[in-house]
């Protein structure tokens, strides 16, 4: 029994390897695939990777370009906006991203921003949510070392500096804190979508005697604000906003 006891953590890390290998062999499949311009074999494989639990911002990213290359535009704007969910900054997913909006019908200007707004957003967009965790991780262990170095050593000049170090990164580790802390409450607080409508109308109310605004088309990313009955409250890019019914749209939030 004891020695049955010994090999299961043995087992259970050879189950994590051999699954893992597998999930490598599918993706190097689906490479293959998409490579001999098989899409939709590559899409069967890239989305099977996605079932097991698995996701990554390069499987998106080659799960969007799969798509792209079958001309499913809303497909390929959600699964591009995924990657960028996970890095923000990869200049091939935000290049391809540009790309595919181009498929869409809709061009909806992007609202100005100040300067100061724009700063803010690049602070917070540097890392993604994993990855401020990671970077608050390494200030910490950062600060534990330098101010270990400062209580260790003796001469005022080195102490010194170890002190100055210590100061600085536990400000940046404070700093980070407080940007993980915002970027987490904006995910939290704002759900995004992809129309997957051909065409649906805008209305200025939640019922079919009001005005209709405007029109969006499949691919439109949207921010969803309110939700009565079969009715759903968007605002889009440019500002604009309106009530959308029995609207396929398909949230950003989550793994899938």
């Given amino acids: 029994m004891r020695k049955l006891l010994m090999l299961l953590p043995v087992l259970f890390l050879c189950c ?17 695939a998409y ?3 098989q899409f939709e074999k590559a ?12 996701h990554s911002g390069e499987l998106y990213f080659n799960l969007a370009n799969s798509y792209y290359r079958l001309n499913q535009v809303g497909e390929s704007i959600f699964y591009f906006e995924k990657a960028k969910q996970l890095q923000p900054n990869d200049q091939d ?23 100061i707004t724009q700063l803010r957003e690049k602070t917070i967009d540097l890392f993604s949510q994993d990855g401020w965790a990671y970077f608050i991780i390494l200030l910490a ?35 980070s804190l407080f940007i993980a802390v915002v970027k987490s409450s904006n995910t939290a607080d704002t759900t995004y979508g992809i129309l997957f409508n051909e065409k649906m109308e805008v209305w200025a109310e939640p019922n079919s005697r009001a005005e209709v605004l405007f029109l969006l088309h499949e691919g439109t990313k949207v921010q969803m604000l309110d939700q009565l009955q079969e009715w759903q409250k968007i605002r889009i890019a440019n500002g604009s906003e309106g009530w959308i019914k029995n609207a396929k749209v398909r949230s950003l939030k989550g793994f899938k």
């Fill in 16 to 32: 994590l390897m051999t699954l893992g290998q597998e999930k490598e062999t599918t993706f190097q499949n689906a490479n293959s």
């Fill in 93 to 115: 997913i935000n290049v391809n991203s540009a790309f595919a909006q181009n498929m869409a019908i809709d061009a909806v200007e992007v609202l100005p921003k100040s300067q």
């Fill in 141 to 175: 262990w950062f600060f534990v070392f330098f101010w270990g170095l400062y209580l260790w050593n003796k001469a005022p000049v080195i102490k010194r500096t170890f002190f100055v170090s210590t100061l600085v990164i536990g400000l940046l580790l404070i700093g």
């Fill in 43 to 54: 899409v069967m494989l890239y989305k099977d990777i996605l079932e097991s639990g698995h």
């Fill in 35 to 37: 490579n001999a311009g």
